[in-house]
């Protein structure tokens, strides 16, 4: 009998991974939504005036196949031990922390907690981050990370021009700050008409600027006490910040004993691979006086409607992008998940722990030192940590050859010295190595002194809260992990219907390669050679990406989306500048965008002028058009979201495109909703000259609880040439410290695309559309659907009207926290109209739980419709009691609904129930009394 194995669709094969609803689920959602075809569907959605003409090109991949050819990649990388320093070390993550965090999917799929009774979890673990930058810096409030050292510096900057009282316009840069910290400040400082003054920290003139930045270690490994400099800023009124490195100040004394204002620097080597640039979490510390003006996130202490101790993120409306264009700073998407490795790297080993890897580095270093003096050598500086660079004249090319014949990678600086950085992975077999290249065969002295003067060393206590002195046998440790992520509800356990925010599947191949070392221990400066198989994967990437947005050319520097606004507005503006036509300072934003859309224009030196919306929801064209008239020659772009945020395509996006070109402006096409786009329908085709990709959205970066993030951005060929430079590669516009921003998650949007193949991509986008259909037909009769497009449909979100609700006191706040009792995550709040859920399912759900999601939904529109009628009051109602605690089930039962209905609502699992460990949460409470670190101990008191 001939024998040939039964045919599948191999498209379809490698796909049901991806896709939620299996073809005959589709088939029933189908009939719901009342169309024969999901390309009939299509059809009536997505107007056939922007269809993209041709299919997206490539086949898909089996996850098998996939990770094969993920070790073939990885495979082109070369590991060497990087010495080269510059913001980036060998660290060693603690198996711990790799897999029950980094690989562990309650960790890394979980929001931004901005629903606190789901998130204790993480924001416990994110206030220990805090409260370790804060005891380690000795300054008293911290936030939750920030995006790289670089941006940090940046933004420290425009805090100290926001708070200094010198009225001086210049602010002083340190040149022992890492090149790429320079460069970044100097973008940062173009646009906002900063002069930036560079000098040795001795040349500063503190009434010339309103404040300063020095480093320790520098650079080029200086370790110095800035105490003089602080005190000449504070005479002058100006802000003194330092950037500093949190493993040296486990021995060094501290900035906040050296006066400073701000600390900002990177937590990478607090257990985070260098990953060829990132993810890492940057940290920002500041004295008490300056914490209201802190871009990100800071994480706080409040109660909950019991008075339990509950957390929650901290003035809420400091988050700086919400103030829109009054904003200072665009920061949303920061770093959480590695905020979080930092801070349980710090768990795990305790100060003393770390004071022995600190020491140990340093005593390396010492050695080092001490083995190059010996045998001849002019190495600098006298006082240094882990740094050291030795003078080696003509002769740098050969010892970085030879060292590189090693397997060590060193620093080239200048033309005549080599830099050697030491970190906790150097052993007595590297230092021998090292000195080897050199020609020196003595081994390394033993007994050495320390590095640097008596004055420089460390006084305080750190760490001495009990969460960093708890037995750390890895049994407990384990175990605390475990018992923050239960507290938490992510993607493991229910769907996350967030609006805007494209919360799918980050399937398990496509996280599996980047705790591989071969891409996480690649140092981001390390020569290009070594980094092939980066450089495959990144040329892929931006081709497939080309391919799907219809743009020319890629930058993968921004490591979040409202960077990539920030860099695709500073492209704009270099293009107009390079025509002479400088003044274009005008950027039209409609009234319904993303509050980051005019942090962004605002950073970028530009004026926003607000659009109105239509009553449907559309942006209103003769409004546009009379404004961009006005702004004329002076009209430098619009920021458009597409399709709307308000969930629709709209007709009339070729005549905005069409206006502002006409008027001689740029069109920023914000691509945060290109899950409603990908195989459908290419931005650079429909007008658009440059958008910034959503990875961690679109393209199944997870979202790590706040972080990371990548918001890379396209640009047709006329901008490519004005996109963002690098010191490294000897070009300006930096806008991040990496070349790559967080090159190593930009694998997993390329494993994603490889899986899915083009085809899978476009069905995917089809799917996040017919799955929001269904929600809208099957919830439209008991909640008005906001917006939809003139055939009735709306894309891959819809906006759940609830605003009605208000007449009898129900609040959009009582609806999300209820949904915590039927086990699910809220939508969207208040975006982007005040008062309404904004839900996304996207493709990933399966029919049964977005039936569950409807099922809850219908049953919490009864609960307000007994509100609605009289039965319950809206304070008695659960509505109000919501979310539900095992403490309630248990205490004194005097409500006016039984247990059953209050604690198990429709939609809840029973055996699998999910419990919030606090009722909610009082913010009003929290920032009345902020308390953003765990107590701190008596000896930071004195400051
Ligand atoms: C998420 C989002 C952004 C910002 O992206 P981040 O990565 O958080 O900085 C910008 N615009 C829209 C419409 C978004 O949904």
């Not at 004249?393 to 010295?417: E, P, S």
């Not at 021998?432 to 008596?454: C, K, Q, S, Y």
């Amino acid at each position: 009998m001939p024998f040939t194995p039964s045919a599948y669709n191999t498209y379809d094969f490698a796909n049901r991974r991806h896709i939620g609803p299996s073809p005959s689920e589709m088939a029933e959602m189908l009939k719901v939504v009342g169309v024969q075809t999901l390309d009939q569907l299509i059809d009536e959605t997505v107007p056939a005036g922007i269809r993209q003409k041709d299919a997206l090109s490539w086949a898909p991949l089996s996850e098998y196949r996939l990770l094969e050819k993920m070790r073939e990649v990885a495979g082109k990388n070369r590991v060497m031990t990087s010495l080269i320093g510059q913001g980036y070390y060998g660290t060693v993550t603690p198996p711990a922390i790799q897999r029950n965090i980094l690989e562990n999917p309650a960790w890394y799929t979980a929001y931004t907690p901005y629903q606190p009774e789901i998130a204790q979890g993480r924001l416990e673990a994110l206030l220990n981050y805090q409260t370790m930058v804060s005891d380690l810096t000795g300054l008293p409030v911290a936030n939750a990370s920030l995006l790289d050292e670089a941006t940090a510096a940046a933004e420290a900057m425009a805090m100290a021009q926001r708070s200094a009282k010198s009225k001086a316009k210049a602010f002083f840069v340190d040149i022992n700050c890492h090149p790429q910290t320079i460069a970044v400040i100097e973008t940062r400082a173009q646009p906002l008409g900063i002069e930036i003054l560079k000098g040795e920290p001795e040349e500063l003139v503190a009434d010339q600027v309103f404040g300063a930045i020095f480093q320790y270690p520098g650079t080029l490994g200086h370790v110095r006490d800035f105490t003089a400099q602080c005190e000449a800023l504070h005479e002058a009124k100006a802000v003194a910040v330092v950037a500093t490195d949190l493993l040296a100040l486990c021995v060094l004394k501290e900035p906040g004993a050296m006066g400073a204002d701000i600390a900002v620097g990177s937590a990478q080597r607090f257990g985070v691979p260098m990953g060829y640039g990132g993810p890492h979490a940057a940290f920002m510390s500041c004295r008490d006086a300056f914490k209201r003006s802190m871009p990100g996130r800071i994480v706080g202490v409040s109660i909950d409607a019991n008075g339990n101790k509950a957390y929650r993120l901290a003035l809420q409306t400091r988050e700086q992008h919400i103030r829109r264009e009054k904003a200072t700073s665009n920061v949303c998407t920061a770093q959480a998940l590695l905020a979080v490795m930092a801070s349980f790297y710090a768990v795990f080993h305790g100060p003393m722990g770390l004071k022995t890897i600190a020491e140990s580095v340093h005593y390396h270093a010492v050695r080092l030192r001490d083995a190059l003096v010996a045998a001849g050598a002019d190495v600098q500086p006298a006082a240094f940590f882990d740094t050291l660079t030795v003078r080696v004249g003509v002769g740098q090319q050969g010892i970085m050859a030879a060292a590189r014949h090693r397997g060590l990678n060193l620093r080239k600086v200048g033309t005549d010295r080599v830099g050697i950085s030491v970190d906790e992975l150097t052993d007595e077999g590297v230092l021998t190595r090292l000195l080897d290249a050199f020609g020196i065969t003595e081994p390394a002295p033993t007994e050495v002194e320390r590095g640097f003067p008596e004055a420089l060393v460390r006084e305080s206590d750190y760490l001495t809260h009990p969460v960093f002195q708890m037995n750390r046998a890895e049994s407990e440790m384990m175990r605390y992990m475990r018992r923050l992520s239960d507290r938490d509800l992510a993607l493991d356990r229910a769907m996350i219907p967030l609006g805007s925010c494209t919360m799918k599947l980050n399937a398990a191949a496509e996280m599996m390669p980047i705790t591989w070392p071969e891409f996480g221990s690649l140092h981001p400066f390390a020569p290009r050679n070594q980094a092939e198989g980066y450089h495959e994967a990144i040329a892929d990437l931006t081709e497939k990406l080309c391919e799907i947005t219809g743009y020319d050319a890629f930058s993968m520097q921004p490591n979040s989306g409202a960077q990539g606004e920030y860099a695709g507005l500073l492209t704009i503006a270099a293009y107009h500048k390079a025509r002479g036509e400088e003044h274009r300072n005008i950027c039209l934003i409609p009234v319904s965008a993303h509050g980051t859309n005019p942090a962004s224009a605002q950073m970028a030196g530009m004026k926003v002028v607000v659009v109105k919306s239509a009553p449907n929801g559309d942006v209103d064209i003769e409004d546009f058009e009379a404004k961009a008239l006005e702004a004329g020659a002076n009209l430098a772009a619009c920021m458009i979201t597409y399709p709307s945020t308000h969930g629709v395509f709209e007709e009339t996006v070729r005549t905005i495109c069409e206006i502002t070109h006409k008027h001689g402006g740029q069109v920023y096409l914000d691509g945060a909703n290109m899950n409603a786009m990908v195989g459908l329908v290419k931005p650079g085709e429909v007008g658009s000259d440059v958008s910034h990709l959503n990875l961690h959205k679109t393209f199944a970066i997870p979202h790590g609880g706040g972080g990371p993030g990548m918001g890379p951005i396209g640009v047709k060929a006329h901008l490519a040439p004005y996109l963002p430079g690098h010191p490294e590669e000897g070009t300006d516009g930096t806008v991040s410290a990496a070349p790559y921003g967080s090159a190593s998650i930009l694998l997993i949007s390329w494993a994603y695309c490889l899986m899915m193949g083009g085809e899978g991509l476009a069905q995917a986008t089809r799917v996040a559309i017919l799955n929001a259909n269904y929600i809208a037909s099957r919830l439209k009769g008991d909640y008005p659907i906001l917006f939809m497009g003139n055939r009735g449909r709306v894309a891959h979100e819809c906006i759940l009207d609830t605003r009605g609700f208000a007449e009898v006191g129900v609040t959009v706040d009582d609806l999300a926290k209820r949904l915590v009792d039927n086990g699910f995550h809220a939508p969207t709040m208040s975006f982007p109209v005040a008062g309404t859920l904004m839900v996304e399912p996207t493709e990933s759900e399966t029919k049964a739980e977005i039936d569950r999601f409807i099922t809850a939904l219908l049953a919490i529109r009864e609960e307000v419709r007994a509100v609605e009628n009289g039965e319950i009051s809206a304070e008695d109602s659960p509505l109000r009691h919501a979310p539900h605690t095992v403490e309630d089930l248990v205490a004194e039962w005097d409500r006016a609904y039984t247990r059953e209905a209050g604690c198990f609502p429709p939609g809840s699992f029973r055996e699998d129930k999910y419990w919030p460990p606090v009722g909610r949460v009082d913010n009003v409470h929290g920032d009345r009394n902020l308390i953003c670190i765990c107590p701190p101990p008596e000896a930071y008191a004195a400051e």
